[in-house]
């Protein structure tokens, strides 16, 4: 009989993952299925990055590489620092990993033992509690309301703050709710955080460079130097180069953290890939333009939903100022019937009742820690994205009610 380890009961697939799996199984039976629930971007990797690695690979750099990534590649990640973030990092404070999920993955491994507490602000990216879990720690999730940008207050951070906490886990601009922090909302969370010294702060930068309209990108460790020797900057080449399956991600952070990462990637992958560490140099130190042109079309997609979506009777969301996520609210909706008389109760019969009856995947607000919301990825054509808006009008017109409730005779 196979006998799974008890830390695995502890965590559920990434739920995002699951859709689009379900998503390409219905397809598959032949069902017009549209998913918006992607979290990646729709445009191709730039030429000139295939062909560095392309290049690579011929010039023979197919053999494993240092285990924390290779010096040419950790070079380019400290002028992308340095040059963009106004941060100077040693090239012993700069870890590789396959993807930032790894590089998150291996700083929560290193440093959370049992009962030790992980604050993530909510809504989260789905996968920071399940990872403090099998890490043998305590998500502590804070809500960040709607009414507040979904951003965290300094009031509720030093409130969740206890002798047990390691780390502050901030995601800007977030996923789901693309809710960006200004530079003074990260100062006014450092001045709670200097009261506590025993946190250290794992900022995930993963979506810096897809940011609109006038807002600006900003991170702790520029914000507070004086913090920087307790962060954990992570980022990564995924979104801003649409290079997701290349899987290559980075953290720069205190040289002793970075040590025990390697030390675990050691272990694990033993390194990340050689050629698509070789193409992640090209994407950090070639041409950028391709950064500029996919933000000003990500921001007219945004524009699109947005207005798309507001102008849907029960169905509210806010501009969000990064990623490429809109997360809007179904809340109003909850109360009314399908036409076959189940009752649309949470966000997850909502998302429910978009893929059954219209076709259309979404993803359940539940999933990021907020019942009441749905997320839509805008990373999508257009045209798919018009479409998905219809679906969404059409879904919800068929709702009616409200919701008689019969007492029993
Ligand atoms: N962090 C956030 C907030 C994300 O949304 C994602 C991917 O969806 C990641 C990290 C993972 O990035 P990578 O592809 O570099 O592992």
């Not at 906490?165 to 200097?194: D, I, K, Q």
């Not at 900022?203 to 900003?218: N, P, R």
């Not at 933000?295 to 798309?308: I, K, L, S």
Request: hydrophobic content about 45%; glycine content about 8%; aromatic content about 6%.
């Amino acid at each position: 009989m196979l006998h799974i380890a008890p830390r695995l009961n502890r965590i559920k697939p990434s739920p995002s993952s699951m859709a689009g799996q379900r998503a390409r199984e219905l397809r598959a039976t032949g069902r017009d299925i549209l998913s918006l629930t992607a979290g990646e971007p729709d445009f191709e990797t730039p030429a000139h990055i295939k062909e560095a690695a392309i290049r690579a690979m011929a010039a023979g750099q197919t053999r494993y590489t240092d285990v924390g990534g290779t010096p040419a590649l950790k070079e380019a990640i400290a002028g992308k620092f340095l040059g963009e973030n106004g941060l100077a990092y040693a090239s012993n404070e700069i870890i590789v990993g396959t993807g930032a999920k790894q590089v998150i993955f291996n700083a929560l491994m290193c440093t959370v033992a049992a009962g030790d507490e992980v604050i993530v602000p909510a809504p989260y990216w789905v996968s920071y509690p399940d990872i403090a879990l099998l890490a043998g720690g305590v998500p502590v999730c804070v809500d960040c309301p709607a009414a507040m940008g979904f951003k965290l207050q300094p009031a509720d951070l030093d409130r969740a703050i206890t002798g047990r906490t390691r780390w502050l886990m901030l995601n800007s601009p977030n996923n789901p709710s693309g809710a960006t922090y200004t530079r003074a909302e990260l100062a006014a969370l450092a001045e709670v955080l200097r009261r506590h010294p025993h946190v250290w702060i794992l900022t995930d930068d993963i979506y810096e460079h897809l940011i609109y309209g006038d807002a600006e990108f900003a991170t702790m460790a520029q914000v507070a130097p004086d913090l920087k020797d307790r962060t954990l900057t992570v980022n990564g080449v995924s979104k801003a180069y649409a290079m997701t399956g290349w899987r290559i991600g980075y953290g720069a952070g205190p040289s002793a953290l970075i040590k025990a990462m390697v030390k675990l990637q050691s272990q694990s992958t033993s390194g990340p890939n050689s050629i698509a560490q070789a193409a992640a140099v090209a994407a950090l130190t070639g041409p950028q333009e391709s950064i500029a042109a996919n933000r000003r079309e990500y921001a007219q997609r945004r524009d699109t939903v947005v207005a798309a979506l507001n102008a849907i009777d029960g169905i509210e969301c806010a501009v969000p100022d990064g990623a490429f996520y809109v997360f809007a609210s179904c809340s109003a909706l909850f109360g009314l019937r399908t036409p076959q008389g189940v009752a649309i109760q949470t966000c997850d019969d909502w998302v429910m009742h978009l893929l059954d009856a219209q076709n259309l995947a979404a993803l359940q607000g539940s999933a990021y820690g907020v019942p009441t919301h749905f997320r839509l990825s805008f990373a999508a054509s257009t045209e798919q994205l018009l479409e998905g808006c219809r679906r969404v009008a059409r879904g919800r017109d068929e709702l009616s009610g409200p919701v008689i409730h019969q007492e029993p005779q």
